[in-house]
Structure formats: structure tokens, C-alpha cells
């Protein structure tokens, strides 16, 4: 659908996946005045489709959105045309365990423009494609390195907007990170590099004496929607939950004392990712012997339990297509 000011949104229409054309002058190509969301459609074994928080995804694009100075969309339209997507496409759902199809919302500006200013017409876009299992060799643990140098964003900033930007920021730490043999880079808070924010695409969690810890949402990491799920699970669970900052020192202590027995990602795509690993400095610290924890484990079986209808949802997360 397109937006024009003056006029508002309009032209809504669900047609065959094709390039589009733009100008090259599109404010998107200058400014990076561009929005996304990433969920996922999941196949039950019922025939069925589930949608696992479609509204959280669209609530927090609008909030992106507002960062990026970009109008308001209807966020229950888009939703609707979300499902009738996938409804159309559903013959491309695949069913084999832990597949899924991958639902990409964009909104971007798109008026001929070069001059900083916000963008007065707009494309919102969602394109779709089959996902193939996450841990298709098994839940293998993952190396991480904590980033020194670079860092992601900064209070004030748009580390909370998904936004390419922010990505755009992230990806030279991404290939060091890979020529150093690790996966993915754990960023560090901007101004005194010591705290820890989320991983590349990822929000992160520790067990520390068998409490449930993970930065807060300060403005400067992404409020993941699959963080927020495994909260509310830990919470419903009765476990101990603490959203504070984790600085650098108590994960380096902690994971060498054993008292980290547990240190995992979270997110759309992994739904839980072990880390086996800490790069930092020199140094490499391993977390509770390189293994999957207990809490991750449950986090995994209980959130694809519910995603792919195995389980009731209790916290009324899934959306029927
Ligand atoms: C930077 C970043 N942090 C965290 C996440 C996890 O968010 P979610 O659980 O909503 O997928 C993602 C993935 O979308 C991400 O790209």
C-alpha cells in the first residue's frame, strides 16, 4: 500500500511477488528512512495456521515508524492483509519440524528527494518465503564476542527502531566477529562500554544463581518479542526474573565461578540460542561446561509448543490465519 501526503494511505493491493520500480532518488537510497518487522507463519498438525504475536510485531513497527518520523499506519489492516498473505500463500508453509514461513512487513520512503527532510510518500510492503529448521544439526552452542570497538547505538538513538540502519551499523563487527571464529558479537553499551545490550539479532539472557537476568529496555536494544514471551513464561513459571544491567565484570566472574549456569539469545529466528562461549579481549570464557541449559531447553520446548499449536496458548500469543 502507498502513502501520499495529503492524501493518506491508499492502493492496498496483495499481488504477485515482482521488482518494483522507485527513482533512484527515493529518500530510502539517502536517508535510510526505512522500517521492517520479521515473524513467522507455522504450520500445525491440525491443517491449520498459526501466527505467533502478529500484533506485538506491527505495535512495535509503529513504534519504529515514530523514530523514523514516518506517518501512522492502521496496524489492524495491516495485520488483516498479513493474514490474507499468508492465507493466499499457505501452500508454501512447509511442514517438516521446525520449519515455517518467514513474514518480512517493510515500510520505506520513497519520494525523489535529496534533502534531508522526512519523506512525504511511502511504500509499506510485506514479502514472505520458507524458512528451513533453525537447528537443522541440533541445538549446538554458540560462540560470541563481546564487541570492544564498535558499538550498535547509543542513548537518544534508534537502537529500539528496527531499522536498517541499525543493522547497517552492526555488520563490520558482524565479519571480524566471523574471521575471529565466533558467530555473532554481543554489543556493549556506548558510553562506558561496560554493560551488555543484545546480541546481533537477538536479545540476551543469563541464569545467574538461578535467577532469570537480562538488560532492561533502555531505548538502546530492540524489545524483542520472543524476550518478552520468555519473561512472561519464566514469571508464570515462578522462577526469579531481574531486568537490570549485566556488566562485562559479572559475566567474566560468574561464568568462571559457575555461578552462570546459563547464558542464551532470543529471538524470531532461533526462538532460544545457547551460548557455549565468550570471546572478550584475549580471553575465552566458556559458560557451564559449552552445554544447553535447563532453562533454555524449557523456554524452546514450551514457546514451539505453543507456536506450532503442540500446546494450548495460555497467554493468547497465536493468531489463527
Ligand atoms: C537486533 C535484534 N535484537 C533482538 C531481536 C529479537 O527480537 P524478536 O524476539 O522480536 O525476534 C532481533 C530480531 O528480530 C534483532 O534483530
New binding site residues.
Partial sequence: MRYTEGRGWHDAEIKQYEPFLISPAATVFHYAQEVFE?LKAYHCADGSVNLFRPTA?FA?MSASAKRLAMPEYDEAFANKALKELVSIERGWIPESEGTSLYLRPNYIGVDPYVGVRAAREYIFYIICGPVGAYYAHGLAPTKILIEKVYTRSSPGGMGFA?TGG??AASLIAGEEAHQKGCDQVLWLDAQQRKFVE??????IMFVIDGVLVTPPLNGT??P????DSVLTIAKDKGYKVEERPVSTDEIIETAKSGAMTEAFG????AVVSPVGEFVFGGETITVAGGKMGKMAMEFYRILTDIQYGRAADSFGWIEKV
Fill in positions: 520479521g510485531n512495535r528496527k541499525n543493522y543484545e546480541v546481533g539479532s537477538m536479545n536494544i530492540l524483542g518479542i520472543t524476550r532470543t529471538g524470531t529466528a
